[in-house]
């Protein structure tokens, strides 16, 4: 802990904000191309014609593209928290808010056949949010002192899943928003250690 009672928490090197970036522009860039294939083939053809080596150029081009774009918005909600346990206050960059301010938390993950790489992302009333890696293939990333304060933060917080007027209690909303966690299930994935990595099998060995 810094002098001034700060916890601070690293943020993701850049090598995990490329792998975020990478999962969430390969996604945009399959789903956008096959919306635009399936749903508007004439378009399509018009735009890339019948070569094969040109529709291929489209697509790593938009690719990077949207991997640029994507880059930019991980760095931004990548920006180093702290949080200040006496205080009951959260730090995203230098925007200071209480603990009760922190409504919103998700799981992040740039490829998902890592699933040793655990990536929170927490988002306030106003609209800010971060991203920290809270475990990766070689274990759990924070320190104890770390995860102790970003618990208490958590436990502090007004973090639930949003609801429907067709859900006005939000007892379906682990159904209706499975991506969003509640305080519990925000705790859960800070703390419990992830998944071992599954040994590759050595080619020829037997079945």
């Given at each position: 802990?810094?002098d001034?009672?700060w916890v ?31 749903g508007?083939p ?8 019948d ?10 081009t938009?690719?990077a593209?949207v ?17 200040h ?6 730090r ?9 301010d ?13 699933p040793s ?27 104890p002192e ?6 208490e933060?958590?436990r502090g ?14 007892r ?7 991506m ?22 050595r ?5």
């Amino acid at each position: 802990m810094a002098d001034d009672g700060w916890v601070r928490i690293p943020p993701p090197t850049t090598r995990q904000r490329l792998l975020l970036a990478a999962g969430v522009a390969s996604g945009l860039t399959l789903f956008g191309g096959s919306a635009l294939l399936h749903g508007a083939p004439d378009l399509a053809a018009r735009w890339l014609g019948d070569s094969a080596f040109v529709r291929i150029l489209a697509i790593v081009t938009a690719f990077a593209l949207v991997f640029a774009v994507c880059y930019v918005i991980v760095g931004v909600r990548t920006q180093p928290p702290a949080v200040h346990v006496e205080r009951r206050m959260f730090r995203i960059g230098k925007d200071e808010v209480p603990f009760s301010d922190l409504t919103g938390a998700k799981p992040e993950s740039g490829d998902d056949r890592k699933p040793s790489l655990r990536v929170l992302r927490l988002l306030t009333r106003g609209g800010d949010s971060c991203s920290i890696v809270v475990a990766t293939q070689k274990g759990m990333a924070l320190t104890p002192e770390q995860s102790a304060a970003l618990v208490e933060a958590v436990r502090g917080s007004a973090i639930a899943p949003p609801y429907t007027s067709d859900d006005p209690t939000g007892r379906f909303s682990h159904v209706n928003f499975p991506m969003d966690l509640d305080i519990p299930r925000t705790l859960a994935y800070i703390e419990s250690p992830p998944p071992a990595p599954t040994p590759r099998r050595r080619r020829g060995a037997a079945a």
